[in-house]
């Protein structure tokens, strides 16, 4: 019986030894394990990342809603400034942001509205437009290595109302021209409108390469060989301000679709600096090197001497030998500057700055060549049999605006 108690209490301490030492043991080999998984998330941290988010999917939907307005008035007195101007800005941009392991699509919907008011406009319109935006954009990209990713890239702009030559419908109000006595199709035949709802409308799509500058930085790169961009403008004589193929030399008639291919370049950066401050801006470069938009610029050989001379015999001195066609190229900068006093409140500060070879207009020395004889060189453009009509030949030029306004913006 003694000896039974004895084998017993021999195989319990066995055993808690052995229990205790395969728990030892257990420890140490998660602990290895542990370590192991460890040091092989560390070497290779970008692709256990995209093994863990292989199994789960990301939408995202920010975006910012702004309403800004500024105000300015002179007394009859003030030497810097005459009347009061009031003006009312309004901006929203709609996100869609998708992530997935290593799938990326990025979705954008920006949308603007500017006027302004001010009784001291020589004639009507008294509210006047002063930007117009309507773009979508849409971006999807592939992991090709760390910050770089395969993408193609989709696009469609225009804008939602008519532009007018508003100083072209002053210089008209003298010779009894009404504005607001006329529709949409008269305005149009008369020349005053620039351009409207999808006259012009542009949509791109490409091919090629997003990289981002540094993981610490919202700054993109996109650089395609693989772009095409098509110019769409359905009326005639809005056709004429954007370079499209004139097909009937009687009837004026332009063809409403223009194409070219080529690269397309793209920068993108964004930066809060501190609470208060944030930059961001933009910059987009095509250069086409298929498809000719028809630039009514001068040739070398052009005889401009001979048409400053005897105006009366400018379309027998300017043949269409003069117009030279060139590949469509165009860059848009653009950047904001945003000051925020609370979470609602901003001051906001925008510009842009464009050139866009295929959006012509009179080139203005030669509008005024004939100074000396009238001081109105710019005859109503009713007036289709005067000499001065439309006689300055069209070239395109850098364009830039610049707008600053107290906003209130909301963001989600």
């Not at 292989?54 to 910012?64: E, I, L, M, V």
């Not at 007018?164 to 149009?188: A, H, L, P």
């Not at 906001?348 to 203005?364: A, G, M, P, W």
């Not at 009713?382 to 306004?405: D, I, P, T, V």
């Amino acid at each position: 019986m003694r000896m039974k108690k004895q084998l017993f209490v021999s195989l319990f301490v066995v055993s808690a030894v052995a229990t205790g030492f395969a728990q030892d043991v257990k420890v140490d080999e998660n602990n290895e394990v542990k370590s192991v998984v460890t040091s092989l998330a560390k070497a290779d941290a970008a692709n256990v990342k995209t093994e863990i988010a292989a199994d789960t999917a990301s939408w995202k939907f920010p975006g910012t809603l702004t309403l800004s307005g500024v105000q300015t008035s002179h007394n009859p007195y003030s030497v810097e400034g005459e009347g009061t101007v009031v003006g009312v800005d309004f901006s929203a941009t709609f996100n869609a942001n998708y992530l997935r392991a290593k799938h990326k699509w990025n979705s954008k919907l920006e949308l603007g509205y500017g006027t302004n008011y001010s009784k001291n406009y020589e004639a009507e319109p008294f509210w006047r437009k002063q930007n117009d935006e309507l773009k979508l954009t849409t971006k999807y990209g592939y992991l090709a290595d760390k910050n770089v990713y395969y993408t193609a890239l989709a696009s469609f702009e225009t804008q939602f109302t008519p532009t007018y030559s508003y100083d072209v419908i002053d210089s008209m109000s003298d010779d009894d021209f009404d504005f607001k006595e006329t529709n949409r199709e008269q305005r149009i035949d008369t020349g005053i409108v620039k351009n409207m709802f999808v006259n012009p409308a542009y949509a791109k799509m490409s091919l090629g390469l997003d990289i981002k500058v540094a993981d610490s930085l919202d700054f993109y790169f996109y650089v395609s060989p693989l772009s095409a961009r098509w110019t769409f403008c359905e009326n005639d004589i809005i056709a004429q301000n954007y370079s499209m193929e004139r097909i009937d030399d009687d009837d004026n008639i332009y063809k409403n679709t223009r194409f070219e291919a080529g690269v397309l370049f793209n920068m993108n950066f964004s930066k809060q600096f501190n609470d208060v401050f944030t930059l961001n801006s933009s910059l987009e470069a095509f250069f086409a090197a298929y498809g000719k938009p028809r630039v009514y610029q001068l040739s070398k050989d052009a005889t401009r001497n001979q048409m400053l001379v005897d105006l009366s015999n400018i379309y027998e001195d300017w043949t269409e030998a003069d117009y030279v066609a060139r590949h469509g190229r165009y860059i848009v900068w653009k950047t904001e500057f945003i000051l925020k006093a609370t979470k609602w409140l901003s001051f906001n500060v925008k510009t842009q700055l464009k050139y866009d070879n295929s959006e012509v207009d009179y080139h203005k020395d030669l509008i005024r060549a004939d100074k000396g004889d009238s001081d109105d060189t710019r005859l109503s453009l009713l007036n289709r049999n005067a000499n001065y009509y439309n006689y300055g030949y069209k070239k395109a030029f850098w364009q830039f605006w610049e707008s600053s306004a107290l906003a209130i913006s909301y963001s989600f």
